[in-house]
């Protein structure tokens, strides 16, 4: 059975021309189109992987009106098709114009056969490893996860998640320590769902999202009649996970009388109900969760010592979005792709400014925040790059307030910090990062090894 031949669509008005160019491409299957509306109607019949496109094209044949609508609707239909685009003399304006607006590349008119036929050949390859790319993500996730979902190229996160897989199979209790919005309800799914009891319940509350006269309820249960508007027997979220796994977000927010409940349910594995006598077993994995300091609250008074060393039989502390250099921009990127499709389709990507502006912002509110604004700029934005403007992010103020007084340190981290969000920037492509940092690809490689980074 003879190969199938990769198709090529010709977006040209010019008979001569089209023959010629069809002629040149024995290596593909050649498709002819003239208009707007067989070049769009080509694209959805036969999803081309590679597009010559002559942005004059009638009724608009000395302009480019047309060939941009054409661009255009290629795009909207498939994205990932690589389009190259033909400048006339003086026209180079428009042939920028179109990279910018998703075409892969252009050429000059008038045609080198053997010049273009490179760029084909290349953008056909390119694609080609574009698609292995996607098929692999399929098959085995994004090589930039960790715990099936959670998205980092940072070392600080890599540790996190590898304590987090090293401790799911036990059933200790688990203990998050970090900044609101550092992800630590994802973490806890991770324990869960890297554990024995993944085919159970996880079950999440946030106690300080809670009045403090229906929390108890709320953890134990209540029996029908316990108290006005008890009108039947509910169980409580300790019993709703029994087999699973309990995340007490902001457990510090817990009053000391109920911590003394809870702390009678982690040593005996038993419960009762508001308004009950009965003791019932539950076998219900703890997970915790807080941003405050509960070693001071010990010392306060106001958290008991004995429940915390029950709870924290393993202490995770997650860093905040800021220590992660590199992750912010990963994360952009990843929210942008899912929230784009729900909510704007047009949009594409960030413009560099944005990413320029991503990676200069310190996120006091940490990967929520970055969502946050990726939302909004995905609803704001009005062409196909996000900008910073959409973002509505500003430069901060205190720039450099924290560089370190010595010297070698300070240029030590400046470059970590630079290699990391060039090589998050660039999806770990080494020659794309050495570009952006404006040097070797054997000098990245050296600073690689000596700061002892990983692409």
């Not at 909510?343 to 960030?350: C, E, L, R």
Request: hydrophobic fraction near 45%.
């Amino acid at each position: 059975m003879a190969e199938t031949k990769p198709k090529l669509l010709i977006v040209e008005d010019d008979e001569g021309l089209q023959a010629q160019l069809k002629w040149a491409y024995e290596d593909f299957d050649v498709i002819l189109a003239d208009t707007r509306e067989t070049a769009v109607a080509a694209v959805r019949a036969e999803e081309p992987a590679v597009v010559t496109l002559d942005l004059g094209l009638p009724p608009d044949p000395d302009g480019t009106s047309e060939g941009f609508a054409v661009l255009e609707a290629i795009m909207a239909i498939k994205p990932d098709t690589k389009v190259i685009v033909a400048s006339g003399h003086g026209a180079r304006e428009s042939a920028l114009r179109a990279v910018e607006e998703g075409a892969y590349d252009f050429y000059q008119k008038p045609v080198d056969i053997d010049t273009l036929g490179l760029i084909v050949q290349r953008a056909y390859r390119l694609h080609q490893i574009e698609s292995e790319n996607r098929r692999l993500a399929e098959q085995i996730g994004d090589e930039r996860t960790v715990l099936g979902s959670m998205i980092t190229a940072a070392p600080e996160m890599a540790k996190v998640a590898r304590t987090i897989e090293r401790v799911a199979p036990t059933n200790v209790s688990v203990m998050l320590l970090g900044a609101s919005g550092t992800g630590k309800e994802l973490l806890a799914r991770g324990v869960h769902d890297c554990s024995v009891r993944k085919d159970g319940s996880f079950v999440a509350i946030n106690c300080a999202a809670i009045p403090e006269n229906l929390l108890e309820s709320e953890l134990f249960g209540h029996e029908k009649g316990a108290f006005t508007g008890a009108v039947k027997t509910t169980p409580g979220k300790i019993e709703l996970a029994d087999g699973g796994t309990l995340f007490l977000d902001e457990v510090g927010d817990i009053p000391l009388p109920l911590q003394v409940k809870l702390l009678r349910f982690l040593q005996e594995r038993t419960i009762e109900r508001v308004g009950g006598r009965k003791a019932i077993s539950v076998d219900t994995r703890i997970v915790c969760a807080t941003h405050q300091d509960l070693e001071a609250m010990i010392g306060a008074g106001t958290f008991r010592e004995d429940l915390f060393y029950r709870l924290a039989e393993i202490v995770v502390k997650v860093p905040p979005l800021s220590d992660r250099p590199g992750d912010a921009v990963l994360l952009a990127k990843h929210f942008l792709t899912r929230l784009a499709k729900e909510m704007n389709p047009q949009v594409k990507g960030f413009a560099p400014d944005a990413l320029a502006a991503i990676d200069s912002w310190a996120w006091p509110g940490n990967v929520r925040e970055l969502e946050n604004r990726v939302k909004r700029a995905v609803i704001m934005a009005d062409g196909k790059l996000v900008t910073a403007e959409d973002l509505d992010l500003t430069q901060s103020a205190a720039d450099g307030a924290d560089i370190a007084l010595n010297l070698k340190a300070a240029r030590e981290q400046a470059d970590r910090r630079m290699i990391r969000q060039a090589l998050a920037r660039s999806e770990g492509n080494i020659s794309n990062t050495a570009k952006l940092l404006g040097i070797s690809r054997p000098t990245l490689y050296d600073l690689l090894k000596q700061y002892d980074l990983h692409a």
